[in-house]
């Protein structure tokens, strides 16, 4: 097994985002602030308690943290992807390579981990100068934020096996993931929602990585984490075997 | 010895219901200088991208020193080298670092002399530290080539290495291809440049519409090839010759240029005899692949 190579594309993988770290790691880290700006200057005061005794710029940390760790996680899996096809690189330098399926998949989504890694500990690190907390359940956190990170490196793996071109990656950015991370509990507590409404958010995957997330942090969340963690888990390993597979028969990479 | 590359009943049907390839048979031996021919759209490419496993096949099988492709993918790509025909450069790093990420995907850890060697054998050297972006066509495509020798493969497929490289750099690039297969490494190569094949090449196929037109060694090609070049300047105008012949007349009549039959050597010559009063020069050219290529692929003028 050549294991060497997994290391190579993994560490490729990880320095395309460092090179260009200030669009990558630097971006991400001067939204947090605007968000914190905004809420906590001017509207976070309004809002009030956010349950459990902890004040809503609290709840909110959590919340943008795993924004973070989603949106930047999925970027760099299918950017990659997706420039690859445009420029051409794919037969020589990823199809020609002496690497099975699940190396590939396995070297671009620890990539994304490590991406997604970073952006959550800066955006925590920087929330820690607005707001006053203690982590609360260290492996929780971290556990949750790698399955986290896992689970959108391995959706934009997909996205950028699925897409033709760079408006396709947008758009599944766009028009399903961002729409689904506003409304997975980053920015309010199911029971800050409209009465008929307060169910709602428990159809949609993302409440339950960023409610666990978020315990990880606070030590309090919406719901029972055993479950969570198994589906998260479930659904991470189902995802990689999906990459897998289109890898190996080329699905929308080999003609 | 198992041959370098086994392909056998090779058929490519694309998704868009191109026939590419239908029914390849090949054999390419260890240690030889193979080059694959054939005008566009004869299959050249997607033989040789089913070869490094970046195509699929539709059917057929294909073996790399033995092992098939079907069952051991990871091995067989370990064994070649390949350089696609499009060009395209991961735009993030620079020449060096782009040959140390490709060392490592084969499992090299530590490839900087061979690396050091591949830079000056193909005038990369002063470039080492520049962006891939900013390198010019030429310098480009010797970098994909240097890519596909970072693991020292065993068996090397170039498709169309030398399009728009210079001529000079051309020359230093086939010297150091000739000495790679001099140290035994197996080449295969596509090219548009058909006097490259015939001065490089052992044997040779010729593709056409997706069959082997012909394969052989480039001696045995040109030697049993059954046409000759002619051109005759004349002091007076004389009419086309008809039958065995074929050709076109130039300058009013005073120059005649085409091929004869070797068959009908006879005809050509008692008609030569016929007016050889008029002739004041007269050419019979040895044949060139290119000649060969142009009857097999039907282009001949």
């Not at chain 1, 390579?97 to 981990?113: D, G, R, S, Y």
């Not at chain 1, 729409?179 to 409209?194: D, E, K, Q, T, W």
């Not at chain 2, 193979?34 to 539709?58: E, M, Y």
């Not at chain 2, 040959?99 to 900087?112: M, P």
């Amino acid at each position: 097994m050549n294991w060497y190579g997994n290391w190579a594309l993994f560490r490729r993988e990880c320095q395309r985002f460092l090179r260009v770290w200030l669009q990558t790691l630097g971006a991400p880290l001067i939204s947090a602030m605007l968000y914190f700006a905004i809420f906590g200057a001017a509207l976070g005061q309004r809002i009030g308690d956010a349950g459990h005794g902890f004040s809503y710029l609290q709840f909110l940390v959590p919340g943008l943290a795993a924004m973070g760790i989603i949106q930047h996680a999925f970027q760099n899996t299918s950017s990659s992807l997706i420039q690859m096809k445009y420029l051409g690189m794919l037969q020589a330098d990823l199809l020609a390579l002496p690497l099975n399926p699940a190396q590939i998949v396995l070297a671009f989504t620890a990539a994304a981990m490590v991406r997604g890694a970073l952006v959550g500990i800066g955006i925590l690190a920087i929330s820690r100068l607005f707001v006053e907390f203690t982590i609360a359940d260290p492996p929780l956190l971290i556990g949750s934020a790698l399955i986290m990170a896992a689970i959108f490196g391995l959706v934009g793996l997909l996205t950028g096996i699925w897409a033709k071109n760079f408006d396709q990656v947008a758009l599944v950015g766009n028009f399903i993931l961002t729409p689904m991370v506003y409304l997975g509990g980053v920015f309010f507590a199911n029971s800050m929602l409209p009465a008929g409404w307060q169910k709602a958010p428990l159809l949609n995957p993302i409440f339950y990585l960023v409610d666990l997330f978020r315990r990880g942090l606070l030590g309090a969340g919406q719901t029972p984490p055993e479950g969570a963690l198994i589906a998260v888990s479930l659904v991470m390993a189902a995802l990689f075997i999906v990459a897998m597979l289109l890898f190996r028969l080329g699905w929308r990479l080999k003609s | 010895m198992t041959p370098a590359l086994t392909i056998v009943g090779l058929a490519k049907r694309y998704q868009n219901g191109a026939d590419a390839l239908q029914g390849v048979d090949l054999e390419v031996g260890r240690g030889e200088f193979f080059a694959i021919l054939g005008p566009n759209g004869a299959g050249k490419s997607t033989l040789i991208n089913i070869v490094a496993q970046v195509v699929t096949k539709s059917s057929g099988h294909v073996t790399v020193f033995g092992l098939s492709i079907d069952k051991h993918p990871q091995r067989t790509r370990m064994l070649l080298g390949f350089t696609p025909q499009e060009i395209a450069l991961d735009p993030f790093f620079s020449v060096r670092e782009v040959l140390r990420h490709h060392s490592g995907y084969y499992g090299i850890t530590d490839n900087r002399a061979w690396i050091d060697e591949l830079l000056e054998r193909l005038d990369l050297a002063p470039h080492a530290d520049k962006n891939s972006k900013a390198l010019s066509g030429g310098m480009r495509r010797r970098l994909t080539i240097a890519k596909a020798l970072a693991h020292k493969p065993r068996l090397l497929i170039l498709d169309e290495p030398t399009a728009g490289v210079d001529v000079a750099l051309r020359h230093s690039l086939w010297a150091f291809v000739r000495e790679l297969h001099r140290n035994g490494t197996t080449i295969i190569l596509t090219t548009h440049y058909i006097e490259e094949a015939q001065e490089l090449a052992e044997r040779v196929a010729i593709l056409r519409a997706g069959q082997v037109a012909a394969c052989d060694r480039t001696n045995a090609l040109l030697a049993s090839f059954g046409y000759r070049r002619f051109a005759i300047e004349l002091r007076a105008a004389v009419p086309f010759p008809a039958g065995f012949a074929s050709g076109s007349t130039e300058a009013q009549g005073r120059r005649i240029v085409g091929e004869f039959a070797v068959g009908r050597g006879q005809e050509f010559f008692s008609w030569l005899g016929g007016i050889a009063d008029k002739v004041v020069d007269l050419r019979i050219d040895q044949p060139r692949l290119e000649d060969v290529f142009l009857h097999l692929t039907g282009k001949q003028t």
